[in-house]
């Protein structure tokens, strides 16, 4: 399956929140904390479309200074039961680091429910490590939050250097 990813635009905020409210539950940001989050000057959200069609698959975000800042963060990261085990998490997750490498981070950190073993997997996979824990963080379910760490290499750079 391909998948087309693109930046989340205002427009696209009633179907955001309603797959939010509908992956998260309980735990889902409210509107009012999505529309802040989403339109937040240093934000990046990717939503992610099937090739060729409307549907939303999936969508994923990240908050860090437009240029020169050290860290970052993934805010969310989200696929829609359908899509999983298709690549697609691991599309967004690159997507959101190859901004956050644009924008000069160094290092971005995330925060992921201990119980969720896939997302777990996927994040160490790509490189992330277990740095702290956030004990009875997801509420009201008292579900400790597994804080993550990547350290960012520059991608694309290349050194020259020429003799006479």
Not at 4 to 11: A, I, N
Not at 91 to 110: I, K, Q
């Amino acid at each position: 399956m391909t998948y087309r990813l693109s930046q989340v635009l205002l427009e696209d905020l009633p179907a955001l929140i309603e797959m939010e409210s509908e992956l998260f539950g309980h735990d889902a940001w409210s509107p009012s904390t999505m529309v802040a989050e989403v339109s937040h000057p240093q934000s990046y959200y990717l939503l992610a479309r099937q090739d060729g069609t409307d549907i939303l698959c999936g969508y994923a975000g990240l908050r860090a200074a437009l240029s020169g800042g050290d860290l970052g963060d993934i805010q969310t990261l989200a696929v829609v039961p359908d899509h999983r085990r298709a690549g697609l998490g691991r599309l967004l997750l690159n997507a959101v680091l190859d901004e956050a490498r644009r924008r000069g981070v160094g290092e971005v950190l995330l925060e992921v429910r201990a119980d969720n073993t896939a997302a777990r997997a996927l994040y160490e996979a790509e490189g992330f490590m277990a740095i702290d824990v956030r004990k009875g963080y997801y509420q009201p379910d008292g579900v400790d939050a597994i804080v993550m760490a990547k350290h960012l290499e520059a991608k694309g750079l290349a050194w020259a250097v020429g003799h006479d």
